[in-house]
């Protein structure tokens, strides 16, 4: 029970409402940007904003946390080309981010897609929060649309784009791992000691069968649950201490700790 309310908490503390908080500093050759904020996590994603007038504003670019400094409140963000509503048919604007431009960040973290391994695990950790689920079917249904039945990184991005989702949510070897699901950047590691009965791959799904392409990545059949899902958190948190620890104590996963890059 003690888990399941850390998960509760942990959960509500990222359902605030979209950060935002104004550019003070811009170099847009080197795409990064700073603002002032009391407190954020690194890898949280959202957006830069240009405010055309009053009523109307345009989105310019990506944004990622990339580094934060507590002791100044100052977060550097990592700036990329956005292009999840691309409208070749519409005209668009050629501004680049200035100081004042609008950062926001947390954008549909009142959104979470869960990957578990089971139903019974799924259904326990989706009863015990109160975000806004989206039911992995729509998951599945999307990557059968890509002939992925081993979801790449680059999917769950697409999910996020077409549903607004913010978080992604990993069950592995009896902890839960919240995602930013565009950074892909790990932003909380809760226990959540639940045991697999049946294993489902490459998730906990009601679709049966996920169409595959006849070649390319995503293409084959996931081998195994645990691994993959781990290389997959690995790429992008190469840095991230705890991951470290927990891969290292595996010795099934001992490929992986060369993969890292942590500091003496």
Request: hydrophobic share 40%.
């Amino acid at each position: 029970m003690k888990y399941t309310i850390l998960l509760i908490l942990m959960v509500s503390q990222m359902m605030a409402a979209v950060i935002k908080a104004p550019i003070l500093t811009v170099d847009n050759d080197k795409a990064l940007a700073t603002i002032e904020i009391d407190h954020i996590d690194v890898g949280v994603s959202g957006f830069v904003v240009h405010h055309i007038t009053p009523e109307h504003s345009s989105i310019l670019k990506k944004a990622t946390v990339m580094a934060y400094d507590k002791a100044k409140k100052i977060a550097t963000i990592k700036m990329s080309e956005f292009n999840a509503l691309r409208n070749n048919s519409l005209p668009y604007g050629k501004w680049k981010p200035e100081i004042g431009d609008t950062v926001e960040l947390a954008f549909g973290y009142s959104r979470g897609l869960l990957i578990a391994p089971d139903e019974e695990i799924y259904h326990k950790i989706s009863k015990s929060t109160h975000i806004q689920w989206v039911h992995p079917d729509l998951f599945a249904a999307l990557l059968s649309f890509a002939g992925h039945p081993t979801p790449l990184q680059e999917d769950f991005a697409s999910f996020a784009n077409t549903t607004s989702v913010g978080l992604l949510f990993i069950y592995l070897d009896k902890k839960v791992y919240t995602v930013d699901i565009r950074s892909f950047r790990i932003l909380n590691i809760t226990d959540t000691p639940l045991e697999v009965k049946k294993e489902q791959r490459p998730f906990y799904t009601r679709i049966t069968k996920i169409d595959a392409n006849l070649w390319g990545k995503g293409s084959d059949e996931m081998e195994s649950y645990a691994l993959y899902y781990y290389k997959l958190l690995v790429q992008k948190n190469r840095k991230n201490k705890a991951l470290y620890r927990i891969v290292k104590s595996h010795k099934e996963l001992a490929d992986l700790v060369a993969k890292f890059k942590i500091g003496k």
